[in-house]
C-alpha cells in the first residue's frame, strides 16, 4: 500500500474510532474508569518513542546530538503550543478526579459556553499535528508509522472521553457534542495530507521530524497524563497504573515485532 493510502487511512481511522469508542465510554461508563484507559495510553506512548521512533530517527540521523536537540527543541515547541492554545488541560476534570467535584465545577458553565469552545480549538490543533506526524512516521517507514499511528490513537481515546465530558457539562447536547469531535477528527486527515504533500518536498527534513514525533509523545505522556495518575496514590491504584503502563509498552514492542517480521 502506498505511503498517502497509509495517511489517509490511518488519519481517517484514528479520527472516527477515537471518537466513536469515546462517545461510547462518555455516555455510559463512569469517568472513573478513565484512568484505566490513561495508564495503557502513557506506557503506548512510552513504548513507541522509546523502543520504535528514536531508535529509527537515530539510524537516520547518525547523530545522537542532532537528535537530542531535535527532541529537545520539539519538547519546547509543545510546551508553547500547550500555552498559545489554553489546551484542554486547563479546564478539563482532572483523571481520577471526583465525579461530583468536577461536576461542581462545571455546573455553572454556559451552554455551548467558553471551556466547550477552547475544547474544540485545543483539539483541533492537536489533531492536526498528530496528523503531520503520522505523515512523517510513514514517510519515513511503512512499520513505524503503524506503530505511532497506533500510539497515536491509544491516546486520543481517553482525551476525546474527556472532551466529551467537557462539552456535556458546557451544556452541548450529545448529538451537538459527537458532531463537534468528528469535526474536529478531520483535522487529522487535513494535517496527514498537507504532510504528505510538504514532506514528500523536504525529503532530509524526516529524520530531525521524527524527534518532534517523538519530543509529542513523551510530552503528552509527561506533562499531561502521568501528572493525572500521582492524584492516585493508594497502593492498589499504582499496582494498577504500572501493570497497564507495562502492558501499553507490552503491546508496541509485540506489534512492532509482528510487523517487522512481515516486511
Known amino acids: 500500500m502506498a505511503p498517502l ?10 479520527g472516527v474510532l477515537s471518537v466513536s ?5 462518555a455516555y455510559r461508563a463512569r469517568p472513573s474508569t478513565v484512568p484505566i484507559l490513561v495508564s495503557y495510553s502513557v506506557g503506548a506512548l512510552l513504548g513507541a518513542a522509546f523502543l520504535a521512533v528514536l531508535p529509527h530517527a537515530f539510524e537516520a540521523l547518525g547523530s545522537a546530538t542532532a537528535l537530542g536537540g531535535s527532541v529537545l527543541a520539539g519538547l519546547l515547541v509543545f510546551f508553547v503550543l500547550e500555552k498559545l492554545v489554553l489546551w484542554r488541560h486547563q479546564h478539563a476534570p482532572q483523571w481520577g478526579e471526583d465525579e461530583r467535584h468536577a461536576d461542581h465545577k462545571h455546573a455553572h458553565a454556559a451552554p455551548g459556553g467558553r471551556s466547550g469552545l477552547l475544547i474544540m480549538i485545543g483539539d483541533t490543533v492537536h489533531n492536526f499535528v498528530d496528523g503531520i506526524l503520522i505523515a512523517a512516521a510513514f514517510l519515513a517507514d511503512t512499520q513505524l508509522g503503524i506503530v505511532t499511528a497506533l500510539a497515536i490513537m491509544a ?22 457534542a459527537l458532531a463537534f469531535n468528528l469535526l474536529s477528527s478531520a483535522a487529522m486527515v487535513v494535517g496527514g495530507l498537507l504532510g504528505y504533500v510538504a514532506l514528500n518536498t523536504l525529503q ?3 529524520p530531525s521530524l521524527l524527534g518532534f514525533v517523538a519530543a ?3 510530552y503528552v505522556a509527561v506533562a499531561d497524563l502521568i501528572p493525572g495518575l500521582h492524584r492516585r496514590p493508594e ?3 499504582t499496582v494498577q497504573q504500572v501493570l497497564l503502563i507495562g502492558l501499553g509498552i507490552a503491546t508496541i514492542y509485540l506489534v512492532r515485532g509482528v510487523i517487522g517480521q512481515g516486511h
Open 235 to 237: 497502593l492498589g491504584a
Open 5 to 14: 493510502a497509509w495517511i489517509v487511512a490511518s488519519c481517517l481511522l484514528g
Open 155 to 176: 491516546h486520543e481515546v481517553p482525551s476525546e472521553v474527556g472532551d466529551f465530558l467537557i462539552l456535556l457539562h458546557s451544556g452541548y447536547s450529545r448529538r451537538r
Open 204 to 206: 532530509s527534513w524526516i
Open 216 to 218: 509529542s509523545m513523551i
Open 21 to 25: 469508542a469515546a462517545a461510547a465510554m
